[in-house]
C-alpha cells in the first residue's frame, strides 16, 4: 500500500513560515511511518531566478521602511485579490502541473500567498481533489489568510479562531492546535553537554536571535546587553547576516569571554535551552519556540503588523515584555542576577504546566484528516 503524500508549500518571507513547514515534516514523520513529506517554498522552486529577487526586495523594504509594510497590513483586503491574481499568474502557472506530478493526498500551506494560490486552483480545476490545510504562523488572521476553498485553518489560540469566526469562516473548518513547534523544542537535553558543545560557560546566560535574517542589528540595545559581560553570559544568534557578524567580530566591545558571535545555526533548540532570557523580533516562529522552552523574553521594535500582533500576545500573556527604553534591558539583567533562582522556579512552574499540551497536535490534525 502506497504512503500518503503530504505536499507542505511555504515561501521565502523571512524564516519561519517554512520553518514551521519544515516543523511539520517532521511531526508528521514522527507520528506516522505511513506518510511520507515533500516541503517546497512554492516561488523559489517555480522560478529560482525570480523569486531571490522579490524577497530581497521584500527585505530591504521590511528593513528600511516598515511602515509601509504597516499600511499594506492594515488594508490588505484591498491588496488581496490583485496580489493573489498577479502572483499566480508571474509564478504560479505551473503550480496546477506540479500538484499533477506529485499527486498529494492532502496540501498543507504555511504561507497565504501558496494557499490563495492553490486555493485559486481548487476553484478553477473541478478535478482538484487534495483537502488544503493552511496553517496560520502568527498569532493574528488577516484577510489574506482567508479563501473559501481552504478545508481546514489550524491556529495557535482561540482568540485567532476568533478573528476567523468574525470574518465569516464557518467554525468547523477551524481547529485550534498551538504553533507547530519542532519536536527537538519540547525536548530537554543535558546542559553541560551542550555548555560544552558551544564552549560556554555555566553562567545567567542571554540569547539575542535577530532571526534568519539577522535583522537583531540594534547597536545602542546590542551594546547595552554587552555592558552586562562582566556578570552575564550573552550568545548573540545573529542568523545569516554576516556583514554584522564581521563588524561585531572586529568590534573591542564584544571581545569578551563571556560574549559569543554566532551566525546561522540550526540548533536554536539548544541554545534556548541553556539560555535564561531571550531578546528576539517577535516572529510567530521564534516566540513559539521560546514559549516551548519557558524562556521570558524581552521583544525588540516589532514590525507594522503581524509581529506588532505577537508582541501584543505574548506580553498581554505575561511571557514578554516590550524593550520600550533601555531601562526594561538593565532590569531584567538586574533580576539575572540577584533573582536567579526565582527566574528558574517558574521556568520550571511554566514547563510542567504546558508539558499537559500534545506538541505534535497540529501534525495529528492533518493525520486525522488523511485517515
Known amino acids: 500500500m502506497r504512503k500518503k503524500r503530504i505536499l507542505l508549500l511555504s515561501e521565502g518571507f523571512g524564516a519561519g513560515h517554512t520553518q514551521a513547514a519544515y ?21 523559489n522552486f517555480l522560478n529560482p531566478k525570480m523569486a531571490p529577487i522579490i524577497v530581497s526586495a521584500y527585505r530591504k523594504t521590511v528593513t528600511t521602511q516598515p511602515r509601509i509594510m504597516g499600511y ?5 483586503k484591498s491588496f488581496n485579490r490583485l496580489t493573489t491574481l498577479a502572483l499566480h499568474r508571474l509564478f504560479y502557472t505551473r503550480t496546477q502541473n506540479i500538484v499533477r506530478q506529485l499527486r498529494p493526498d492532502i496540501i498543507v500551506c504555511t504561507h497565504f500567498i501558496p494557499s490563495a494560490v ?48 468574525r470574518r465569516s469562516v464557518a467554525a468547523a473548518k477551524i481547529k485550534v492546535t498551538g504553533m507547530p513547534v519542532h519536536p527537538n523544542f519540547w525536548e530537554h537535553p543535558g546542559k553541560e553537554e551542550i555548555l560544552e558543545q558551544f564552549s560556554l560557560k555555566d553562567l545567567p546566560t542571554v540569547l539575542v536571535m535577530g532571526g534568519g535574517w539577522g535583522m537583531m542589528n540594534d547597536e545602542v540595545i546590542n551594546e547595552a546587553l554587552a555592558g552586562w559581560r562582566e556578570q552575564v553570559q550573552i550568545v548573540f544568534c545573529l542568523g545569516k547576516n554576516d556583514r554584522l557578524l564581521r563588524e561585531m567580530q572586529e568590534d573591542p566591545r564584544y571581545s569578551h569571554p563571556h560574549i559569543s558571535l554566532i551566525g546561522f545555526t540550526r540548533e536554536i533548540d539548544r541554545l534556548m535551552e541553556i ?35 505577537n508582541c501584543r500576545y505574548f506580553t498581554a500573556a505575561g511571557l514578554g515584555e516590550l524593550i520600550s527604553s533601555l531601562e526594561v534591558v538593565d532590569k531584567w539583567m538586574n533580576r539575572l542576577l540577584h533573582n536567579y533562582g526565582d527566574m528558574q522556579a517558574k521556568r520550571k512552574r511554566h514547563l510542567e504546566e504546558i508539558a499537559r499540551y500534545h506538541p505534535l497536535q497540529s501534525a495529528q490534525s492533518i493525520i486525522d484528516m488523511l485517515e
Not at 473541478?126 to 483537502?131: E, G, I
Not at 507594522?304 to 500582533?309: K, M, V
Open 23 to 43: 516543523a511539520l515534516s517532521s511531526s508528521l514523520r514522527r507520528l506516522s511511518p505511513r506518510v511520507q513529506t515533500k516541503v517546497l517554498e512554492l516561488g
Open 72 to 76: 499594506v497590513y492594515r488594508h490588505q
Open 118 to 165: 492553490v486555493s485559486r486552483l481548487k476553484r478553477l480545476d473541478t478535478s482538484f481533489k487534495a483537502p488544503l490545510v493552511t496553517v496560520i504562523t502568527d498569532y493574528d488572521a488577516h484577510a489574506t489568510w482567508i479563501s473559501p476553498q481552504v478545508d481546514r485553518y489550524l491556529v495557535s489560540t482561540q482568540e485567532v479562531a476568533a478573528k476567523l469566526r
Open 275 to 309: 539560555s535564561d532570557l531571550l531578546v528576539t523580533k517577535p516572529g510567530g516562529m521564534t516566540c513559539s519556540e521560546g514559549l516551548a522552552k519557558g524562556i521570558p523574553m524581552l521583544f525588540h521594535h516589532p514590525l507594522p503588523g503581524q509581529e506588532e500582533e
